[in-house]
């Protein structure tokens, strides 16, 4: 506690409790206090026995390696502000279900941030987001993926995409390079205006071309079965 400016720094938290909340706002022998600092050594990463976090305090950036192999988490309240998911911020975390609970704000997500998520079964790559290298890598329950008109070149991951199976790619202003892993099973595609795709095509059954493609590399589904 700062009693100078009325706020608070969290100095630890607990490593084997299944819900915790971070408040906003803590009180002190009848005097309120804002909670603004996450000490340096503060993390989640390791507790499996976790299954709910809330998160009230104002922030920016969720540290990397932050909920790191909470095994159990599956629910979870970010405070609007975040824009910032750092590098491995919740890799393993493998009862996550779906990344709704991403505010709003985040517009940067970091190097293999869900590396590991087995438990997702669908992912958007939205627009107005920054995605780093191999952010979903290994994230084998994954049966979708769709791809906003984003304005840079997308790169899911290397592997672990065994359940993939429909990827859908938007109209985009400007060309895109997509490369989806290699080991993806994927059988249906949809893909939009000014894209460029790598992937493996010997499971490939169907392709969906968006109204205004006009144009489709030449070799771009050499080596489809169907």
Do not use: H, W
């Not at 709910?52 to 599956?74: A, D, R």
């Not at 293999?112 to 790559?125: D, K, M, N, P, W």
């Not at 899911?156 to 390079?177: H, M, N, Q």
């Amino acid at each position: 506690l700062y009693t100078s400016n009325k706020t608070a720094k969290v100095l630890s938290v607990s490593q084997d409790a299944k819900s915790i909340t971070i408040p906003a706002i803590v009180t002190y022998e009848d005097e309120d206090y804002e909670v603004v600092e996450l000490g340096y050594d503060v993390t989640f990463a390791g507790n499996t026995n976790l299954t709910s976090v809330t998160i009230e305090m104002p922030l920016t950036e969720i540290p990397g390696s932050f909920f790191m192999k909470c095994t159990k988490l599956s629910s979870i309240k970010l405070p609007e502000g975040v824009s910032f998911i750092g590098r491995g911020a919740f890799s393993y975390c493998e009862s996550i279900t779906s990344l709704g609970f991403l505010p709003k704000s985040v517009n940067r997500i970091g190097y293999e941030a869900f590396c590991g998520c087995t438990g997702l079964t669908e992912i958007v790559i939205q627009k107005g987001v920054d995605y780093y290298s191999n952010v979903f890598d290994g994230c084998s329950g994954v049966a979708s993926v769709t791809i906003e008109a984003v304005e840079s070149n997308v790169f899911i991951g290397y592997g672990g995409f065994t359940s993939l199976k429909t990827v859908r790619i938007e109209d985009c202003d400007a060309p895109l390079s997509v490369n989806l892993p290699n080991d993806a099973p994927i059988e249906e595609l949809y893909i939009g205006r000014n894209v460029e795709l790598g992937f493996n095509k010997t499971n490939l059954k169907a392709v969906t071309f968006g109204e205004k493609v006009t144009y489709v590399p030449e070799g771009m589904f050499d080596g489809a079965s169907a």
